[in-house]
């Protein structure tokens, strides 16, 4: 909402604050927010009304001129023009060199093509008087040379922009910000409400009708004949255009600047366009199409409410008027409309047909309902001043809650004074509340329990009690309000045993456990596009309705896309010659649905959300200070990473599974089957690890190997060790424990994993750890074979372990392993 | 035999006093002192010496043992000391190499704030609470009164998933959840990510926030303004200064927008300032006490007031690490991520 300092001076004594910015700072502080304070003259500094004395060909162009131009009085000034609509004698704006022009622009002497500017004449674009401009600005003739242009156009005036909150629709005029001035000043309103006597001529010739129940509760119409329609005298179009309104003509207008001074949107019609003799509020029928204002067509759903005459649609009501009653330059009879509508309809319908007008934006907000009638009067005044004509007659309707000789009884909000100290940690005297209350034009009825406050009909938003503490509270000023601890009356909850702070502590325990594994977390968005899950062989079952774009349309069911993504960014980022180490993982959530979207009561959703944890691994394994001296990272890094981060979360019963032609098709379309594993939680599957697969790999067209787990974090989760439950002690061997190591020769396929099982297996209770030290394939061993060394660990508890017990168990491990795998030992 | 010893013990002295190494002195020591040494040769040959003499050339042949015995440790001690001097001047690393670099990663800004902030405010008593992303309607928006058709929602566009299905615009949707699933007194912080219509070069369409909501009986807006400098305080620094403005969300009342004073250029505004660009203020936060209508969709009763509060993660993280594009949160680049 812009204000002009100017025309709230006219409506309230503004001797109590020095400049507009102080102004704009106490509005801000009681809550309405200045986000901007514009002297119009701004930019203007150095630009002055000149005269184009002589406008001569540019010698070197045929596109630009070469005009001399004089400010009254020494040399004219040569300056090069690329406009056309200027003539020798035009009187223009020049800026001077210096000027720094309000779209920006810095005016310097400069050369064009071979010949010096020294300066530059304006258009009112660059003025930024309008959007868009063609050609400069020519001045009236009456203009005076050598004056400041702001001084010369009556720019003297200062525009605030207010950044309203949606419960202040009393401040979407300007004579509800000038109330909340008077308020904030302790100073008078000076405006003077119109006297309403237009109100009682006689019935004007076209009656008006409410067809729409509570959704419409009044309707006023003024005609008024024999109107000449033109421009708007200079100090309206100046006021408008201040406020960032084009003018269109001086009825137009003057809709416009009544809604700008009351807050009433208004609507004026030809009324010889209008059939029937009849304008009507009624909720419109599906499927019938209105011509609006804009010229186009607006086809009804039905539930909004229309205007119609006799015959059609003339109007959405509180959104935008007809095309076929508007006003043009051969209308000589006018019939003005002031009305009430529903708020929650007219937004429905702004939403719906996507016409977010300043009509819609107060309506929807609400609308002073005493207002309407006032409205109208004003209205019917500024055109009878401005396009001529005469008041005929009057027409309304109203519902007995807004018919003015019924007293209804008024909003009361009842509250005990010692509320507020309660409520707001402070003290306010009771006669300062009470002053609070008559500044805001409240009415208070003292008793000797609860106070009864009546709240002015304009401040649609006070209703509840707590609707008056924050107007004590900022009229009192926020500032005021005390700094207290709150006090807290019960032990916090037990977190080790809240769901939802053990999760919250899991997960951040997991993610610290990452971060030391030598990882970053990131962040990607939920959503991605179809383009990319295809690129990965994926789908998603919850879809964006209304997506930004097709880029954010899907959400995602898994993290790895985001993940490679980013990883893929990375590469690209060589610091030097030396690759990046990529290392990437994020936990967050993924979406399935198992069924089209829909709410299942007021708490749920269809939409599954399990919370994945995804991780990337490319590029050298390791940095040295001198030289990359390890390669690149491999399975064993990735398997580091997940192992040491399951240990240290003590997730129990995860195992590693090959895969095979048993793994899903989900798992084995990610990776590369010979140099990945599954990861298997409880029954079932809980994630993977490995290589990407290189079909993707290699249409990604990714050029280092890059290694990728996903784990499925609510398995993961279930399983883990409690965040808060401490690790227990256990003690090491007193006795010293034997070591034998093996090497054996087995067929390729054999897994570590199986030899190092068979070893503890058959080796209870004495072999307490087997550990792969050793693999080799090559030349020493049979083409097909490889050669592993285990080293087994056995020991007794509680006594020294005989030589003789540790070979008879070694026998056994060997035989084992010969028998079950077919394994040889080596020599 | 005691001329004889008297050269013994005199020549060794000499040579071990003169001798270059430790393996000469230990040869010396052998030649000497072993089993088969001068010295000892001649001690063994005090047998065929008469019983009147044999005490006195034994005391004589003891005083030259021990003499050259302590000759020797002392060239010992010495030459010890030369070799290790010796060692320390030949042996020498460039100390000026730095140290291999270990792998170290990180946790993400938003997940560092997150914590801290949980942290600072478990202090006064806060616990943690979640919620869903994909989310009703009615806990978006009817739960925290906002009805449909009004225009507080132009506040957040919204993306919605389905009939009555959005993607949460804030996580002040955790708060009837939260009170629905409790009694009070609740005290709770609900961090999480939540989503909104707006891209450009200020707004994400994904953000994170953390919402405070403290129900009881007689809290009072000023118990919210303690909280928050506490806060405040923690945060930005102990000279940090709140600021509220009365402001309107629809489910506090009183409603208010928070300020910290600028943390980098502390009370003397410039409008050089990186941080505040010159207003002193920084907007942190918005805020309110619970609006009555919220109790009254809990089933609560009237007994009970309450604050809560909201604000963006990465906001606060922007102005607390200084970083100066808010995509860098969302690029994964690890530039970035390494300097958390």
Request: glycine share 10%.
């Given at each position: 909402m812009k204000i002009s300092w100017k025309w709230l001076g006219e409506m309230v004594d503004?001797?109590?604050?020095?400049?507009p910015q102080k102004l704009a700072d106490l509005l801000t502080h009681r809550?309405?927010?200045?986000e901007e304070v514009r002297p119009?003259?701004?930019?203007?500094?150095k630009v002055i009304t000149a005269q184009i004395v002589v406008r001569n060909k540019h010698p070197d162009s045929d596109r630009l001129s070469l005009c001399k131009v004089?400010?009254?009085?020494?040399d004219p000034l040569e300056i090069v023009c690329g406009a056309q609509n200027m003539k020798s004698g035009d009187k223009v704006a020049l800026a001077m060199v210096g000027a720094q022009l309000p779209n920006g622009m810095a005016i310097a002497q400069s050369k064009i093509r071979g010949v010096v500017s020294n300066g530059m004449l304006c258009s009112e674009e660059e003025l930024k008087f309008k959007e868009k401009s063609d050609g400069i600005l020519i001045l009236p003739e009456s203009t005076p040379l050598g004056r400041p242009l702001a001084e010369a156009l009556g720019l003297d005036d200062v525009i605030f922009t207010l950044k309203l909150?949606?419960?202040?629709?009393?401040?979407?005029s300007h004579l509800g910000v000038a109330r909340e001035v008077a308020a904030a000043l302790h100073s008078k309103l000076k405006y003077k409400m119109p006297e309403l006597?237009?109100?009682?001529?006689?019935?004007?010739?076209i009656a008006v009708k409410l067809e729409a129940g509570e959704s419409s509760p009044q309707f006023y119409g003024i005609a008024i004949d024999g109107v000449k329609i033109g421009p708007s005298p200079s100090w309206m179009v100046r006021r408008l255009e201040g406020l960032g309104q084009r003018s269109i003509n001086n009825v137009v207008d003057a809709t416009n600047l009544v809604m700008l001074e009351l807050g009433q949107p208004m609507h004026a019609y030809?009324?010889?366009?209008?059939?029937?003799?009849l304008l009507k509020v009624r909720p419109a029928q599906k499927g019938e199409k209105i011509p609006l204002l804009d010229g186009q067509t607006a086809e009804m759903q039905g539930f909004e409410l229309v205007i119609s005459d006799g015959k059609k649609g003339v109007g959405l009501a509180g959104v935008m008027g007809g095309g076929n009653s508007e006003v043009s330059d051969a209308t000589k009879k006018l019939f003005l409309e002031a009305a009430e509508f529903a708020p929650g309809l007219v937004r429905r319908a702004s939403t719906k047909h996507q016409r977010k007008t300043e009509a819609a934006h107060r309506f929807e907000r609400g609308v002073?309902?005493?207002m309407v009638r006032v409205a109208i009067v004003r209205l019917a005044q500024v055109i009878l001043k401005t396009?001529?004509?005469?008041?005929t007659g009057c027409s309304s309707a109203a519902l007995a809650s807004r018919d003015p000789s019924k007293k209804s009884a008024p909003r009361l909000i009842l509250v005990e004074p010692d509320y507020f100290a309660r409520f707001l940690g402070f003290t306010v005297p009771e006669k300062e509340l009470e002053k609070v209350f008559v500044s805001l034009e409240c009415g208070v009825q003292k008793g000797s329990g609860a106070w009864k406050i009546s709240p002015p009909p304009?401040?649609?938003?006070?209703?509840?009690k707590e609707d008056l503490a924050e107007e004590v509270a900022r009229t009192v000023g926020y500032d005021k309000i005390p700094s207290t601890i709150p006090v807290l009356t019960s032990a916090p909850t037990i977190g080790s045993s809240d769901p939802f702070r053990q999760r919250y502590d899991l997960n951040l325990k997991a993610k610290r456990l990452l971060a030391e594994e030598g990882l970053y977390e990131t962040v990607n968005y939920g959503f991605t596009s179809m383009a990319r899950l295809k690129e990965f062989g994926l789908s998603s079952s919850?879809?964006?309705?209304?997506?930004?774009?097709e880029e954010f349309e899907y959400m995602v069911p898994s993290l790895l896309p985001g993940l490679i993504s980013q990883a893929q960014e990375n590469a690209r980022?060589?610091?030097?010659?030396e690759p990046l180490s990529i290392r990437l993982f994020e936990m967050g959530p993924t979406f399935t649905s198992a069924?089209?979207?829909?709410?299942?009561?007021e708490m749920q959703t269809t939409v599954e959300e399990k919370w994945k944890l995804g991780l990337v691994l490319s590029g050298p394994g390791f940095k040295s200070a001198l030289k990359n001296d390890l390669k690149d990272v491999d399975f064993s890094d990735l398997r580091s990473v997940v192992d040491g981060f399951l240990t240290r979360l003590g997730a129990k019963g995860v195992r590693y599974m090959p895969l095979s032609d048993r793994t899903a098709e989900s798992v084995r379309g990610w990776v590369h089957p010979g140099k990945s594993v599954e990861i298997l939680a409880g029954q079932g599957s809980a994630g993977f690890l490995g290589l990407l697969h290189p079909a993707r790999a290699r249409a990604l067209k990714l050029r280092a190997p890059l290694w990728i787990a996903e784990l499925d974090w609510e398995a993961i989760a279930a399983l883990s060790?409690?965040?808060h439950e401490p690790t227990h002690f256990k003690p090491w061997p007193e006795f010293p424990p034997m070591e034998r190591d093996f090497a054996l020769v087995v067929k390729?396929?054999?897994t570590a994993d199986r030899i190092v099982q068979i070893a503890l297996k058959t080796g209870r209770?004495?072999?307490?750890v087997a550990r792969i030290f050793d693999v080799y394939k090559g030349?020493?061993?049979?083409?097909?074979m490889t050669s592993i060394a285990v080293r087994v660990i056995f020991y007794a508890e509680g006594r020294s372990l005989q030589e003789s017990e540790t070979e008879a168990v070694s026998a056994q491990i060997v035989q084992a392993w010969q028998k079950e795998l077919g394994a040889e030992l080596r020599g | 035999m005691i001329p004889k010893l008297e050269s013994i013990g005199k020549e060794t002295l000499k040579e071990a006093g003169s001798a270059r190494t430790l393996e000469q002195l230990e040869e010396i020591r052998i030649r000497v002192?072993?089993?088969?040494g001068s010295l000892s040769e001649v001690l063994k040959a005090l047998?065929?010496?008469?019983a009147e003499e044999r005490p006195k050339i034994g005391a004589v042949a003891n005083q030259w043992k021990q003499q050259i015995e302590a000759a020797l440790q002392e060239r010992k001690t010495q030459l010890e000391g030369e070799v290790l001097s010796q060692q320390l001047k030949s042996e020498k690393i460039?100390?000026?190499?730095p140290g291999r670099v270990p792998h170290r990663g990180s946790l993400h800004p938003i997940t560092s704030v997150t914590q801290r902030i949980v942290e600072v405010l478990g202090r006064i008593g806060f616990d943690v609470m979640t919620g869903p992303i994909a989310e009703t309607e009615f806990l978006n928006f009817e739960a925290v009164?906002?009805?449909?058709?009004?225009?507080?929602?132009?506040m957040q566009d919204t993306f919605f998933?389905?009939?009555?299905?959005?993607?949460?615009?804030?996580?002040?949707?955790v708060q009837m959840r939260a009170m629905r699933g409790k009694k009070w007194p609740l005290r709770i912080l609900c961090p999480g990510s939540v989503y909104r219509c707006d891209y450009d070069a200020t707004h994400l369409p994904m953000f994170h926030q953390i919402e405070g909501l403290w129900v009881d009986k007689d809290v009072r807006m000023s118990d919210l303004k303690g909280t928050l400098d506490f806060f405040a305080k923690e945060i930005f620094g102990k000279e940090s200064q709140v600021r509220m403005r009365p402001s309107y969300f629809p489910?506090?009342?009183?409603g208010a927008e928070v300020d910290v004073s600028c943390f980098k250029c502390k009370g003397t505004?410039?409008?050089?300032?990186?941080?505040c660009r010159g207003s002193g203020w920084l907007e942190i936060l918005g805020c309110g006490m619970v609006h009555p209508k919220l109790f009254e969709l809990a089933g609560y009763g009237t007994d009970v007031t309450g604050f809560a509060f909201g604000m963006g993660i990465e906001r606060i993280a922007m102005l607390l690490h200084q970083i100066?594009?808010?995509?860098l949160m969302v690029q994964g680049d690890q530039r970035f991520l390494s300097q958390f």
């Open positions: 503004l001797s109590g604050v020095e400049t809550g309405l927010e200045v119009l003259a701004q930019g203007l500094e004089t400010i009254g009085k020494g909150t949606a419960n202040r629709a009393d401040c979407l006597k237009l109100l009682e001529l006689p019935a004007a010739p030809d009324a010889d366009k209008i059939e029937g003799k002073d309902p005493t396009a001529g004509g005469k008041a304009y401040r649609l938003d006070l209703n509840i919850v879809k964006v309705v209304n997506p930004l774009s980022h060589h610091f030097g010659s069924q089209a979207v829909v709410a299942q009561g060790r409690p965040p390729e396929e054999v209770p004495l072999a307490k030349s020493q061993v049979q083409q097909g | 002192l072993g089993k088969k047998g065929s010496v008469s460039d100390t000026t190499v009164n906002i009805p449909k058709d009004h225009p507080a929602r132009d998933l389905g009939p009555e299905v959005v993607l949460r615009t804030h996580t002040s949707s489910f506090v009342e009183p505004p410039k409008d050089s300032c990186t941080v100066p594009d808010l995509r």
